[in-house]
């Protein structure tokens, strides 16, 4: 303000006017209005890359729609991926943030705050889970968790020829196979020896499980998560829920429950996943903003819509830390 004030001081009241433009002018002209580049982006404007599970597709294309609506300067771009795929790309910086149905542990913390020297921002935002689906003449309406280990250990049940699923470097394959250790149900147990061996179908997308199992003539179960089947908007989600049957899934008080909404909040379905935002930025870029926009009523009103169960329904105050 000094240096502003001297300058005015030092010119002839019929040049002040024009002074005080020229200032003004070369200010603002030094800025850099697109946001673009590495550190100039702010909450509302700027281009950024996320990371996203397949399965999850659906909810997060919409959230970066709307909040492109809101804010036009903004540039979400999404990345797909498995769990593994795109922790490397957040390590490696070739994204900003990512969404995970994974919960990384304080070792875990520790060593990528390490690694990415920055504060990493972890955020719930909702919960979800693993549906496993058959064709509608299928004569199996549930399955127990002796079923499904059976599966993941490649030997068959009943008629069941194939297994749709979207890979073991997926969320949903590590977070059940962690629940059903925790139960007892080990990768090598004896139900592993029982039973002809299915074909394990390894596919990329959800989308790809469901369209197969839809096409296939021969008895079938896939495994996707809960997003693909649930978005009660979505016209693709709602066919497949029309063409294909929904399977009940035993838990550890041998109940059989669905995996929607209702049996999620109650904690009755066995394989509940909570689904993170990670980042770590280290300054109040776009990647915060939409992680804020995710926690608002809207973003929230909007994971519910699309099958999940929203962990802030009616918007809460988070705190992001910036180095």
């Known amino acids: 303000m000094e240096f502003f004030s001297a300058l005015q001081k030092a010119q002839p009241k019929m040049k002040k006017s024009a002074v005080i433009f020229s200032i003004v002018f070369l200010i603002f002209g030094c800025q850099n209005y ?13 281009s950024i890359k996320v990371g996203v599970e397949h399965g999850d597709s659906l909810l997060v294309v919409q959230w970066i729609e709307i909040f492109e609506m809101m804010y036009p300067k903004a540039h979400v771009i999404p990345q797909f991926g498995s769990y593994n795929e795109l922790v490397n790309l957040w390590i490696n910086d070739s994204i900003q943030g990512v969404f995970l149905h994974k919960e990384f542990n304080q070792e875990e913390l520790n060593w990528l705050k390490q690694k990415k020297n920055a504060t990493v921002n972890k955020i719930p935002l909702g919960e979800t889970s693993t549906a496993f689906v058959t064709q509608k003449a299928s004569n199996i309406d549930s399955l127990t968790l002796t079923d499904i280990r059976s599966m993941l250990n490649g030997k068959t049940l009943r008629n ?3 297994f749709y699923y979207t890979g073991k470097n997926s969320s949903d394959y590590q977070n059940i196979d962690t629940i059903l250790i925790s139960l007892g149900y080990t990768r090598k147990g004896e139900e592993s020896n029982k039973g002809e ?9 959800d989308e790809e499980c469901l369209n197969q199992l839809e096409e296939s003539s021969l008895p079938a179960i896939a495994m996707v998560s809960l997003n693909s089947i649930a978005d009660s908007k979505d016209p693709t989600a709602i066919e497949h829920l029309k063409n294909l049957k929904v399977l009940k899934v035993e838990n550890h008080r041998n109940e059989f429950h669905l995996p929607f909404q209702s049996q999620i909040s109650a904690k009755q379905y066995p394989f509940r996943h909570t689904l993170f935002s990670y980042e770590s930025q280290g300054y109040s870029g776009l990647i915060k903003g939409f992680v804020i926009y995710t926690n608002t009523q809207s973003g929230q009103a909007l994971l519910q819509k699309s099958g999940l169960f929203p962990l802030n329904s009616a918007g809460r105050r988070i705190q992001i830390d910036v180095n």
């Open 197 to 205: 061996n299915i074909q394990l179908v390894n596919l990329v997308r």
């Open 34 to 46: 697109n946001y673009e580049g590495r550190g100039n982006d702010v909450p509302t404007a700027g």
């Open 160 to 162: 069941i020829s194939k």
